[in-house]
């Protein structure tokens, strides 16, 4: 079992900030990929972020230059700094780990957090 603890969602004004981590525990091994989801009312859920165990980044188109995800492997931990939020970011965020491999693959989920981007 792997479990991913979520952390800093909030209410926030457009033009804001937020940072959002992410820390992983249990029988996890061979993490791969870490990243950040996220899904508002009536959408999927779709990618925002990724980031891989090298430290390869991808974005999604609309929040290219305003987030940035990064990793602490130590820590088992991802990070997503969002700067200049608007309205539309405005969602459930969920982190995400993929890793091992075989019959011991793994891609667990986090609970979520909510991300308010309003005046």
């Known amino acids: 079992q792997v479990q991913l603890v979520e952390s800093g969602g909030g209410l926030v004004q457009p033009g804001g900030s937020l940072r959002l981590s992410c820390a992983a525990s249990g029988r996890i091994f061979s993490i791969n990929t870490m990243g950040w989801y996220r899904q508002a009312p009536g959408m999927e859920r779709a990618l925002v972020a990724t980031?891989?165990?090298?430290?390869?980044?991808n974005y999604a188109d609309s929040v290219k230059g305003r987030f940035t995800a990064s990793r602490d492997n130590a820590k088992n931990t991802v990070y997503l700094q969002m700067n200049s939020l608007k309205s539309e970011d405005t969602a459930v965020y969920y982190c995400n780990v993929r890793g091992g491999s075989g019959t011991l693959k793994y891609d667990s989920w986090g609970q979520g957090t909510q991300v308010t981007v309003s005046s």
């Open positions: 980031v891989t165990s090298g430290g390869t980044t």
